[in-house]
Structures are given as C-alpha cells and as structure tokens.
C-alpha cells in the first residue's frame, strides 16, 4: 500500500499565494509519475500539472506562469506552488502517485494513489 497525505490548502483572497505538499509513505520503490488535480463543484477533475521521472513538468494551459510544481526524491514530496490565485482556481486539490511498489517482498506492483484532497478557496 502506498498512502498520500497532503496539506496546504486554504482560504485566500485573490493574487495571493498557497504552497501544496504531498507526501507519501508505504511500501514503495519508486515514484515514477506524480501529479496534481483539481475539482470544483459540477466540474470534472482536471489535470492541473504532473511531473515525471526525470523532472519533465506538464501543466494546463490555465495555470502555466502561476502554479510551479516540484519534488523531493528523497522526502517522497511533492509540491505545487501557486502563485497569483484567481477565484477560479477554487477547488478541491488532489495529488496522484504512479509507480512500483513492493508486494510482500516477492514483487513490483504498479500502484496508482490518490490524496484524500484539499480545499483551496480564492476570494474576489
């Protein structure tokens, strides 16, 4: 099992700035694909940046310029720094996993992993 926890959501007003962080723990080997989603309410769950296995960063054409996203290796961390928030950036916050787990110490499993989400609200 690979469990996400993140934190670092909030309330606030708009051009300010929020910092994300998700980390991981469990029987992992490696975290190959990491990435963070958002939901607002009556919307779907968009991708909003991932970044892969050797720091290759995508982000949606919505965020680029404002949201960096990053990690730590060797915390199991990851980060979304979001910088000059619009209201419409009000959403639940999600991080993503993806990559090899150990399974009773016999065999690599794919895990796919989700945080349990943040609130992220941004004022007029």
């Known amino acids: 099992q690979v469990q996400l926890v993140e934190s670092g959501g909030g309330l606030v007003q708009a051009g300010g700035s929020l910092r994300l962080s998700c980390a991981a723990s469990?029987?992992?080997?490696?975290?190959?694909?990491m990435g963070w989603y958002r939901q607002a309410p009556g919307k779907q769950r968009d991708m909003v940046a991932t970044i892969g296995g050797g720091s290759k960063t995508n982000y949606a054409d919505s965020v680029k310029g404002r949201f960096t996203i990053s990690r730590d290796n060797a915390k199991n961390t990851m980060y979304l720094q979001m910088n000059g928030l619009k209201p419409e950036d009000t959403a639940v916050y999600y991080c993503?996993?993806?990559?090899?787990?150990?399974?009773?110490?016999?065999?690599?499993?794919?895990?796919?992993?989700w945080g349990q989400g943040t609130q992220v609200t941004v004022s007029s």
């Open positions: 993503n996993f993806r990559g090899l787990r150990v399974a009773n110490g016999l065999e690599f499993l794919e895990y796919d992993s």
């Open positions: 469990g029987s992992i080997f490696s975290i190959d694909t």
